[in-house]
């Protein structure tokens, strides 16, 4: 399983493990119990014995500010029936108007990659972004990072991941200015809804920063 993979919002972009961090995939369960009969008692004892290790975080981290929202927003409204999208690694994606729901269900002492949701393209060389976020469950916090954002603000030389503050299921409000074409929404969680609504992009003001 990689550490990390690509998604996006558009259809037409495809799910992308990082270079270097293909997965395993067997063509049948019966290739995947021949090769693991190949490996002897102990080696097989390891790998089942293994354990999830704290998320290194790739990149510098700056915390961000997050504004509660009085009162909550509604629950973003569900798509048609058959809109929810794989993603890939057990992350699914719930499309929505001006915002999306991003859900896994696995087990809390597994370790889950982290997803790269590319969102954009923004609209201008410079610009403003806006909007709200709510986690409703995650793991561990040693295991996982429910939520952060990557993207480059004026006047830094590469990406950043902003990561906010989150009281488990309240709605909070996150604005900034960024530049260069990625603005991507990370998730790294093996139990997770993360439930994002009001994104908004737009060009930023002369003088903004």
Do not use: I, K
Not at 78 to 102: K, N, S, W
Not at 116 to 134: E, K, M, N
Not at 184 to 203: F, G, M, R
């Amino acid at each position: 399983m990689p550490a990390s993979f690509q998604a996006a919002l558009a259809l037409d972009r495809p799910v992308r493990p990082l270079d270097g961090e293909q997965p395993l995939a067997f063509a049948s369960e019966l290739q995947r119990a021949t090769l693991a009969g190949l490996l002897d008692a102990s080696a097989r004892t390891r790998l089942r014995a293994s354990v999830p290790q704290p998320l290194a975080l790739a990149g510098p981290a700056r915390p961000w500010p997050a504004y509660p929202l009085t009162p909550d927003l509604a629950a973003p409204p569900l798509p048609p029936e058959g809109g929810l999208r794989p993603l890939g690694f057990g992350y699914h994606l719930l499309p929505a108007p001006g915002g999306f729901t991003v859900l896994r269900c696995g087990l809390p002492e597994h370790h889950a990659p982290e997803l790269a949701l590319q969102v954009g393209p923004p609209p201008a060389p410079r610009w403003h972004w806006q909007l709200a976020v709510r986690v409703l469950r995650g793991d561990p916090q040693a295991h996982h990072r429910p939520f952060a954002l990557r993207l480059q603000r004026p006047g830094e030389p590469a990406p950043e991941v902003l990561v906010p503050t989150l009281p488990e299921g309240q709605w909070v409000q996150l604005s900034g200015t960024g530049e260069g074409p990625l603005l991507e929404v990370l998730c790294a969680s093996a139990n997770v809804t993360l439930q994002v609504a009001d994104l908004t992009l737009s060009p930023a003001p002369e003088g903004l920063a």
